[in-house]
C-alpha cells in the first residue's frame, strides 16, 4: 500500500528549530513534485511550501526566509527544516506528493501529519 508517513513534529519553543520528514514507501515508481501543508484548529489547511523533481521550490510569505524545504529522492523523503519558529506556526504538518506507482496510477497522495506546537 503506498503511503507517506511524516514524523519530526513536537513542541519546541518560539525562535527554535524542528526539522519534518515524510517518507514514501509502498511500490512508488516516482514521485513529481512535493509539499507541506499546514492546518491549525478551525482553520483551511494551507500550502507552507513546494518542491518540485528538479529542485525548484516555492513558499508560503509568512515561511520565506524560516522555513526550508529539501528532498532525497533515493529515499522519496522529503523534509521542511523550520527555524526561528513562532507561535503562529502551531499547527498539524501534512505532506502531499504528486506520486506515479509501479503499476502505472499517478496521483496525489497525503500523509496524516505531525503536530507542531511553538509555545514557551
Known amino acids: 500500500q503506498v503511503q507517506l508517513v511524516e514524523s519530526g513534529g513536537g513542541l519546541a519553543q518560539p525562535g527554535g528549530s524542528l526539522r519534518l520528514s515524510c517518507a514514501g514507501s509502498?511500490?512508488?515508481?516516482?514521485?513529481?513534485?512535493m509539499g507541506w501543508y499546514h492546518q491549525a484548529p478551525g482553520k483551511q489547511r494551507e500550502l507552507v511550501a513546494t518542491?518540485?523533481?528538479?529542485?525548484?521550490?516555492n513558499y508560503a510569505d509568512s515561511v520565506k526566509g524560516r522555513f526550508t524545504i529539501s528532498r532525497d529522492n533515493a529515499k522519496n523523503t522529503v523534509y521542511l527544516q523550520m527555524d526561528s519558529l513562532k507561535p503562529e506556526d502551531t499547527a498539524l504538518y501534512l505532506c502531499?506528493?504528486?506520486?506515479?506507482?509501479?503499476?502505472?496510477?499517478?496521483?496525489?497522495?497525503w500523509g496524516r501529519g505531525t503536530q507542531v506546537t511553538v509555545s514557551s
Open positions: 502531499n506528493a504528486d506520486l506515479k506507482t509501479m503499476s502505472g496510477r499517478r496521483f496525489f497522495l
Open positions: 518542491i518540485t523533481s528538479d529542485n525548484n521550490t
Open positions: 509502498g511500490g512508488i515508481f516516482s514521485i513529481y513534485s
